[in-house]
């Protein structure tokens, strides 16, 4: 049996609910079932993630789809990889913020942080090294044995403002007292260093001046270009093409995306994108690393 005090209760509950008239009792029939609407999926900005054509359009997706799905994955946000056909396109995006996070070449950081537009956010390590070339090739046949034994010769630029593809073997030039346009036949741009590696293999060009690592890089996954091409002078150690963030980023998403970094190599999901990037580890750089580089790009005045 309810206890009296427990029915006296229950029945102030019904009338207080039901306003004192029990006819202003909706009826709900429970037959007739509606879809909740769904709720609205908060907007989450992309973050965009530039890479300087130092490979043509093709090999920039092979080698860094899989470090943008990470980047994402990580981030639990969109990542949208952002190309353009030169460096000084790419430098814009960084300089405009419309790129969060950038490979760039290193004349091109050279001139984008001269110009505070962009900052040293890390660098990769490369087989033990955080240096590289610009590397001199031509054709196996070619009797060339030097930069003095191409002139009259077709060349192949990789782009305007590219160190080891244009400053350094613009500065081989003038070093004979010549300038591109008198030196060489014809010359053309091939705005990647994986293009120029071909035009040489395939006798469009006499010579080029490419990334030492881009070659490696090329003849380690395609060994028959060793019997194409021979690399007949290499330049001084440059400061490694760095990975930069604009100036004023968020504090925040600079240590993150920093800290995401230097993690890569400590992560087995990190670690294949590494592989696949070709680079050991990313670590701190050093913005004193591209004072050679300044100075080369000084002395051919070529600013960018």
């Given at each position: ?9 229950l ?37 965009h ?16 789809a ?27 995006l ?10 760039v ?12 537009e ?8 490369i087989n033990?090294?955080?240096?590289y070339?610009s590397?001199l ?14 002139e ?10 590219s160190?080891t ?7 081989l ?7 591109p ?17 071909a ?7 006499d ?22 091409l ?14 930069v ?32 990037l070709g680079?050991?580890?990313f ?22």
């Amino acid at each position: 049996m309810i206890p009296a005090v427990v029915l006296i209760g229950l029945t102030f509950v019904l009338v207080a609910c039901s306003g004192g008239s029990q006819s202003e009792v909706p009826f709900v029939d429970l037959s007739q079932r509606e879809a909740l609407p769904v709720a609205a999926v908060s907007s989450v900005a992309p973050l965009h993630v530039a890479v300087a054509a130092v490979l043509s359009p093709e090999g920039t997706i092979d080698s860094y789809a899989g470090f943008v799905d990470y980047l994402g994955e990580r981030l639990n946000r969109p990542v949208e990889l952002v190309q353009r056909r030169t460096y000084a396109e790419v430098n814009a995006l960084i300089a405009s913020g419309e790129v969060d996070l950038a490979f760039v070449c290193t004349s091109a950081y050279v001139a984008g942080s001269d110009r505070s537009e962009m900052e040293l956010l890390a660098i990769p390590e490369i087989n033990g090294e955080r240096v590289y070339h610009s590397a001199l090739i031509v054709p196996s046949d070619s009797t060339a044995t030097g930069i003095a034994d191409l002139e009259g010769k077709v060349f192949a630029f990789t782009d305007p403002m590219s160190n080891t593809g244009r400053v350094y073997p613009t500065f081989l030039v003038r070093e004979l007292g010549a300038t591109p346009d008198s030196f060489f036949s014809d010359s053309f741009f091939t705005y990647s260093h994986d293009r120029a590696i071909a035009a040489v293999a395939d006798g469009l060009a006499d010579g080029a001046a490419v990334d030492s690592l881009v070659l490696d890089y090329a003849v380690a996954r395609d060994p028959a270009l060793a019997t194409r091409l021979k690399v007949i002078h290499r330049s001084p150690d440059f400061g490694i093409p760095p990975v930069v963030v604009p100036i004023g980023m968020s504090p925040n998403l600079r240590a993150e995306l920093l800290e995401l970094l230097l993690d890569l190599d400590d992560d087995p999901a990190g670690s294949s994108v590494l592989v696949d990037l070709g680079v050991d580890r990313f670590v701190r750089g050093d913005d004193g690393a591209y004072d050679g580089v300044r100075e080369l790009v000084a002395a051919t005045e070529m600013t960018g």
